[in-house]
């Protein structure tokens, strides 16, 4: 069995963002049930119902911890506790490793990622802060099936394969970056996580084209949980909130020929999700007609709170 919590199903500065105030905002926080508040990209996975690894740790992190009972500390006596004992990140992005500095309590917690993403916290030394007496860093090498387990060498019952997509280094990065802003291999990664029992799904919130390996290696998945960032490339310059397509900032749009609805719409995928989605993307919108152009498509849209069992 495999137990998925969305944690969070916005992209970075959740939804609606602190100072947006476009009618869609004002929408959010007038409570409209159509339109619901959502907070940074992460899901939770269990395959036990005790010990949960959280992929990307976003910087709503206590915040998701406090919404979801299965991330609360149980009633065992204990002064500290988490049933938080992974975190496997697909990226460096802020809106991925920040939450990390909230899990800076000398708590045991096993941390995983490519090299190259290890390799950017390792520069940072903020993230010192995680005590390295309790938190070990692992990595996740591209192609190769890893076992997860707690800071003590138990086995949770969950592996995962990690396999790089086309996407960008983190836009904190880009100015050391040079020239190379599609990053390199490992700068942004997919992963396929399996339980011992045969379950398994693809999580990848963030991806900027389906490349004929992606397509291959998706065919006939039972579920894949896919970046739905933007609805359309110039989506927010045409809200007039920015300058940067879609694919400049490393994300394939929804819609549209080249779109991620068109590229995986023959791969025979059972269970198609969207997650990650901007500010601007009309998906965040019930009602909205590209939500319901996404449905007919045989898409469905992430919530905080939605919950899988595979």
Same mark, same amino acid.
């Given at each position: 069995?495999?137990?998925?919590?969305?944690?969070?199903?916005?992209?970075?500065?959740?939804?609606?963002?602190?100072?947006?105030?476009?009618?869609?905002?004002?929408?959010?926080?007038?409570?409209?049930?159509?339109?619901?508040?959502?907070?940074?990209?992460?899901?939770?996975?269990?395959?036990?119902?005790?010990?949960?690894?959280?992929?990307?740790?976003?910087?709503?992190?206590?915040?998701?911890?406090?919404?979801?009972?299965?991330?609360?500390?149980?009633?065992?006596?204990?002064?500290?506790?988490?049933?938080?004992?992974?975190?496997?990140?697909?990226?460096?992005?802020?809106?991925?490793?920040?939450?990390?500095?909230? =899990?800076?309590?000398?708590?045991?917690?096993?941390?995983?990622?490519?090299?190259?993403?290890?390799?950017? =916290?390792?520069?940072?030394?903020?993230?010192?802060?995680?005590?390295?007496?309790?938190?070990?860093?692992?990595?996740?090498?591209?192609?190769?099936?890893?076992?997860?387990?707690?800071?003590?060498?138990?086995?949770?019952? $969950?592996?995962?394969? %990690?396999?790089?997509?086309?996407?960008?280094?983190?836009?904190?990065?880009? +100015?050391?970056?040079?020239?190379?802003?599609?990053?390199?291999?490992?700068?942004? $990664?997919?992963?396929?996580?399996?339980?011992?029992?045969?379950?398994?799904?693809?999580?990848?919130?963030?991806?900027?084209?389906?490349?004929?390996?992606?397509?291959?290696?998706?065919?006939?998945? %039972?579920?894949?949980?896919?970046?739905?960032?933007?609805?359309?490339?110039?989506?927010?310059?045409?809200?007039?909130? %920015?300058?940067?397509?879609?694919?400049?900032?490393?994300?394939?749009?929804?819609?549209?020929?080249?779109?991620? $609805?068109?590229?995986?719409?023959?791969?025979? $995928?059972?269970?198609?999700?969207?997650?990650?989605?901007?500010?601007?993307?009309?998906?965040?919108?019930?009602?909205?007609?590209?939500?319901?152009?996404?449905?007919?498509?045989?898409? +469905?849209?992430?919530?905080?709170?939605?919950?899988?069992?595979?």
């Amino acid at each position: 069995m495999l137990r998925l919590v969305v944690l969070g199903a916005a992209a970075g500065g959740g939804f609606p963002q602190w100072n947006s105030n476009d009618p869609v905002a004002r929408r959010a926080r007038s409570g409209d049930p159509k339109t619901p508040f959502l907070t940074q990209s992460s899901i939770a996975v269990s395959a036990d119902d005790r010990r949960w690894t959280v992929f990307n740790a976003s910087p709503d992190i206590r915040q998701q911890i406090n919404e979801r009972r299965q991330l609360q500390p149980k009633a065992d006596g204990a002064l500290r506790s988490s049933p938080i004992v992974a975190v496997v990140l697909t990226n460096a992005d802020v809106d991925h490793v920040a939450g990390l500095l909230s =899990l800076r309590e000398s708590q045991p917690l096993m941390v995983y990622g490519h090299e190259r993403v290890l390799h950017v =916290l390792a520069q940072n030394s903020i993230f010192n802060v995680l005590n390295p007496q309790y938190v070990e860093r692992k990595e996740l090498s591209l192609g190769e099936r890893l076992e997860l387990t707690d800071s003590s060498g138990d086995l949770l019952g $969950i592996s995962v394969r %990690g396999f790089a997509v086309p996407g960008k280094v983190a836009l904190w990065l880009e +100015e050391t970056a040079g020239s190379s802003l599609g990053g390199s291999a490992g700068d942004t $990664i997919g992963v396929e996580v399996r339980a011992d029992t045969g379950e398994s799904f693809f999580y990848i919130p963030g991806c900027a084209s389906v490349t004929p390996d992606l397509a291959q290696r998706l065919r006939g998945a %039972g579920l894949v949980l896919f970046d739905g960032t933007l609805w359309r490339d110039d989506e927010m310059i045409a809200a007039g909130v %920015g300058q940067k397509t879609g694919r400049r900032m490393g994300h394939l749009s929804c819609s549209g020929p080249d779109g991620s $609805i068109a590229a995986l719409a023959r791969l025979g $995928i059972e269970r198609k999700i969207f997650i990650h989605m901007n500010n601007t993307n009309p998906l965040l919108i019930a009602d909205s007609a590209e939500r319901i152009e996404a449905r007919h498509a045989g898409w +469905e849209t992430a919530f905080d709170g939605m919950e899988i069992v595979l």
